[in-house]
């Protein structure tokens, strides 16, 4: 069944998004929707619309899942809900802290209006948050730990940009390598945020603005940045384009559990991304569940989801049988 997929947005992420659905044969772009002009849009996409946001409701019955690539920080929390009302959507929410109350939010809305929604799908929250559930279920006697980076956070980096006086910023989030290494070496530190992780940020600042002010609201962020040791470097618009314009990521999460009668024997359960461009991952986990979502409305179910509740054969492109015969 093809899906025919909507854009709400078009950044980076969005931009993703439209080259996993061109690697996707069962997948087709028809419209992206932005806040912009739209004559200032120029997608790659040569046979999709590119339309004002306030006409994407006119498309409801010609789309079958709008995938939402405004950030977490603004965009989300209100589009989502208010999308759901309209289409089966999917969203990449990645404010760990706000998940349950963003949930809640999406899950009435969706439910009202008869549609499925998935919220925070991606790496992290997404396959990482898969892989954590996994590790715990087969070992319940252990300890897990989530490191992130060395890399370009977007949600970190789009909390930046939106402080006002704040012209372009990129936020690298990295792990502490002490901690890492411990970690490994199966010894079950007890670890706080800060003692896991660094957050470097680099700042391009409007003309006149404070930077005394900007480094004060960036450091002391709630959900963001205030539970971390943050440096924050003010730098040239050049700079930036020259030293920082990828958007690399990647991390662990890495289990370290017991099983035996007494315990005796040690397991380290260890699943890693090295990613060339966070954006585009990301857009691919976003896209396969924009197949789940479509495949599960078809089965008349509605409401909210996450990667928790959607088994496996939902987000790939082959059949039951091909899985069976190739993958399992």
Same mark, same amino acid.
């Given at each position: 069944?093809?899906?025919?997929?909507?854009?709400?947005?078009?950044?980076?992420?969005?931009?993703?998004?439209? &080259?996993?659905?061109?690697?996707?044969?069962?997948? %087709? /772009?028809?419209?992206?929707?932005?806040?912009?002009?739209?004559?200032?849009?120029?997608?790659?996409?040569?046979?999709?619309?590119? &339309?004002?946001?306030?006409?994407?409701?006119?498309?409801?019955?010609?789309?079958?899942?709008?995938? /939402?690539?405004?950030?977490?920080?603004?965009?989300?929390?209100?589009?989502?809900? !208010?999308?759901?009302?309209?289409?089966?959507?999917?969203?990449?929410?990645?404010?760990?802290?706000?998940?349950?109350?963003?949930?809640?939010?999406?899950?009435?809305?969706?439910?009202?209006?008869?549609?499925?929604?998935?919220?925070?799908?991606?790496?992290?929250?997404?396959?990482?948050?898969?892989?954590?559930?996994?590790?715990?279920?087969?070992?319940?006697?252990?300890?897990?730990?989530?490191?992130?980076?060395?890399?370009?956070?977007?949600?970190?980096?789009?909390?930046?940009?939106?402080?006002?006086?704040?012209?372009?910023?990129?936020?690298?989030?990295?792990?502490?390598? %002490?901690?890492?290494?411990?970690?490994?070496?199966?010894?079950?530190?007890?670890?706080?945020?800060?003692?896991?992780?660094?957050? %470097?940020?680099?700042?391009?600042?409007?003309?006149?603005?404070?930077?005394?002010?900007?480094?004060?609201?960036?450091?002391?962020?709630?959900?963001?940045?205030?539970?971390?040791?943050?440096?924050?470097?003010?730098?040239? %618009? !050049?700079?930036?384009?020259?030293?920082?314009?990828?958007?690399?990521?990647?991390?662990?999460?890495?289990?370290?559990?017991?099983?035996?009668? !007494?315990?005796?024997?040690?397991?380290?359960?260890?699943?890693?991304?090295?990613?060339?461009?966070?954006?585009?991952?990301?857009?691919?986990?976003?896209?396969?569940?924009?197949?789940?979502?479509?495949?599960?409305?078809?089965?008349?179910?509605?409401? &909210?989801?996450?990667?928790?509740?959607?088994?496996?054969?939902?987000?790939?492109?082959?059949?039951?049988?091909?899985?069976?015969?190739?993958?399992?």
């Amino acid at each position: 069944m093809s899906t025919k997929i909507g854009i709400l947005g078009y950044g980076n992420l969005a931009r993703g998004v439209e &080259c996993a659905v061109r690697q996707n044969p069962d997948m %087709e /772009l028809v419209a992206v929707f932005t806040r912009r002009d739209k004559e200032t849009v120029s997608i790659l996409t040569k046979e999709a619309a590119v &339309c004002p946001l306030s006409e994407a409701k006119e498309w409801k019955e010609r789309i079958d899942v709008m995938i /939402l690539c405004g950030g977490s920080a603004t965009d989300l929390p209100a589009q989502t809900p !208010e999308y759901a009302k309209y289409f089966h959507v999917v969203d990449s929410f990645d404010t760990h802290a706000r998940i349950p109350e963003h949930f809640a939010n999406v899950d009435l809305s969706a439910k009202e209006g008869g549609h499925v929604a998935i919220i925070s799908a991606g790496w992290d929250p997404g396959m990482f948050s898969l892989n954590r559930l996994y590790a715990e279920a087969i070992l319940p006697q252990g300890k897990d730990y989530t490191f992130w980076g060395r890399g370009v956070s977007q949600g970190h980096s789009d909390a930046v940009r939106r402080i006002p006086g704040v012209k372009d910023a990129k936020q690298y989030t990295i792990p502490v390598e %002490e901690a890492l290494r411990a970690v490994r070496a199966g010894e079950n530190p007890e670890l706080t945020v800060r003692q896991k992780h660094t957050r %470097e940020c680099f700042v391009v600042l409007k003309e006149d603005a404070d930077a005394k002010r900007v480094e004060e609201e960036i450091k002391t962020m709630p959900n963001y940045f205030a539970d971390y040791d943050t440096k924050v470097h003010f730098i040239s %618009e !050049e700079e930036l384009i020259a030293n920082h314009s990828g958007i690399p990521h990647g991390g662990f999460v890495i289990r370290s559990g017991v099983t035996g009668w !007494e315990k005796e024997n040690k397991h380290v359960i260890e699943y890693q991304l090295k990613l060339d461009s966070n954006p585009e991952f990301t857009a691919s986990v976003l896209v396969a569940c924009a197949r789940a979502a479509h495949r599960l409305a078809a089965e008349g179910a509605t409401g &909210c989801r996450t990667l928790f509740d959607i088994a496996p054969a939902y987000l790939s492109a082959k059949s039951g049988e091909e899985l069976r015969a190739g993958l399992l």
